[in-house]
């Protein structure tokens, strides 16, 4: 059964064996599931209650469902530009970047089900190459500018961080980054060497943070907008 309200529709799904009514959001749609005898209103009521929980996680699971196909598209994000994708068989797989263009060569010894897969691999292993020139440049700017001694840049592959500072002061930076702005990259640079002053998230770390990067409040707000754009 189809219900709508003001901002969203849903679906209800009756069942012998619930006990209770239960609210699940999957892939940009919201689900009821009741147990068989529930009546509409008892329903409808439940749902105005958790209007607000319904209409976050709407937003999320659509945002998941809209990430950008970059291969279908052909126009692959680095930083501030858009590179377009030439797609190639050739004997080695490869990646060449020639006037602005990316042109990846697969193997013909990968499968043509494997093609896709490939060119992930390939691309994120070009991403990381990218990432390690320009963070380790970014570093080496902003150290002397916050005079702090950070030790080696390590690249990484995390779903759920964009980057680390460790006690013996290695700093890990996560290759996503670089299909962001770069000015929202850079923020995250000045965080992780902010971290080697106050190894903490204290009020003193985030001051120090906003006043080497005033743009602090905007790259984070940026990332907490983005942040499911960012992957292959
Ligand atoms: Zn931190």
Request: hydrophobic share 45%; glycine share 4%.
């Amino acid at each position: 059964m189809k219900i709508d309200t003001e901002s969203f529709s849903y679906h209800v799904v009756f069942s012998a064996k619930r006990r209770s009514i239960a609210l699940q959001v999957r892939q940009g749609h919201l689900v009821v599931r009741a147990p068989l005898a529930t009546n509409l209103a008892d329903i409808k009521r439940v749902v105005a209650k958790q209007r607000l929980w319904v209409v976050k996680h709407l937003q999320q699971s659509k945002a998941l469902v809209n990430k950008p196909d970059y291969l279908e598209l052909g126009l692959l994000p680095l930083q501030n530009v858009k590179l377009p994708l030439i797609f190639k068989r050739m004997t080695k797989s490869s990646i060449i970047s020639v006037d602005g263009v990316l042109n990846i060569a697969v193997s013909n010894r990968v499968k043509p089900d494997r093609f896709n897969a490939k060119v992930i691999a390939l691309l994120q292993d070009w991403y990381k190459q990218q990432a390690f020139i320009w963070f380790s440049e970014r570093v080496n700017y902003w150290h002397k500018e916050m005079k702090v001694q950070p030790g080696q840049i390590v690249i990484g592959n995390w779903k759920t961080r964009w980057g680390y500072c460790k006690q013996n002061c290695e700093l890990g930076f996560n290759w996503r980054l670089m299909m962001a702005p770069d000015w929202v990259a850079d923020y995250v640079v000045v965080h992780e060497l902010a971290h080697l002053i106050h190894l903490n998230h204290s009020s003193d770390f985030w001051s120090l943070v906003s006043d080497y990067y005033p743009q602090m409040e905007e790259a984070k707000n940026w990332l907490k907008r983005y942040q499911h754009t960012l992957d292959l």
